[in-house]
Antibody, heavy 119, light 111 residues
């Protein structure tokens, strides 16, 4: 079964750091670009960051540029998001999503992990 | 990069058709056929319903169809069913630094 499972969310104080992980299974992880997409409580989806299959190309939303770092370990079938200098507005459910070039769309999503930034 | 504009809500009775619009700019929807649509029932992760404007992944009912005209893409749900009640989001590639942009989301209610 094709699956993405996020972990690492939790409660953190403003200015703090958190590292999210996404474990992939059921497909050849190293063949796909991967993304983080977030959703603030009661709000819409916001694309956060993207990393190509070999980590050669990395993109960030302006709202997180300079504070978040996306990375991946193809040997461990894992995607990561290092989040530093967290702000209240970063509070959201963070989804890991596979980008399928055949569809030019995000075709597989994890269940999400909640990040709460509050003092 | 601003989010693509969708109506906050649409509703219809079972069996009817509803259409959700998704308005962007010449930097995204208007210039690329890289528009996709996602369904998100309450408390669940998004699910891909339409890709490249009008294509359905396997397993998606043919009641769901997509189209595009100029800077506006549309998702139509024909023969509305109770299970279609969910939030729907469009998404498009953008030539801006954002890479991909989502719509503001539309809540579909089955009356």
């Amino acid at each position: 079964e094709v699956q993405l499972v996020e972990s690492g969310g939790g409660l953190v104080k403003p200015g703090g750091s958190l590292r999210l992980s996404c474990a992939a299974s059921g497909f050849t992880f190293s063949s796909y670009s991967m993304n983080w997409v977030r959703q603030a409580p009661g709000k819409g989806l916001e694309w956060v960051s993207s990393i190509s299959s070999s980590s050669s190309y990395i993109y960030y939303a302006d709202s997180v540029k300079g504070r978040f770092t996306i990375s991946r370990d193809n040997a461990k079938n894992s995607l990561y998001l290092q989040m530093n200098s967290l702000r209240a507005e970063d509070t959201a459910v963070y989804y890991c999503a596979r980008f399928n070039g055949k569809y030019d769309a995000f075709d597989i999503w994890g269940q999400g992990t909640m990040v709460t930034v509050s003092s | 990069q601003s989010a693509l504009t969708q109506p906050p809500s649409v509703s219809g009775s079972p069996g009817q058709s509803v259409t959700i619009s998704c308005t962007g700019t010449s930097s995204d929807v208007g210039s690329y056929n890289r528009v996709s649509w996602y369904q998100q029932p309450p408390g669940t992760a998004p699910k891909l319903m339409i890709y490249e404007v009008s294509n359905r992944p396997s397993g998606v009912p043919d009641r769901f169809s997509g189209s595009k005209s100029g800077n506006t893409a549309s998702l139509t749900i024909s023969g509305l069913q109770a299970e279609d009640e969910a939030d729907y989001y469009c998404s498009s590639y953008t030539s801006s630094s954002t890479f991909y942009v989502f719509g503001t989301g539309t809540k579909v209610t089955v009356l």
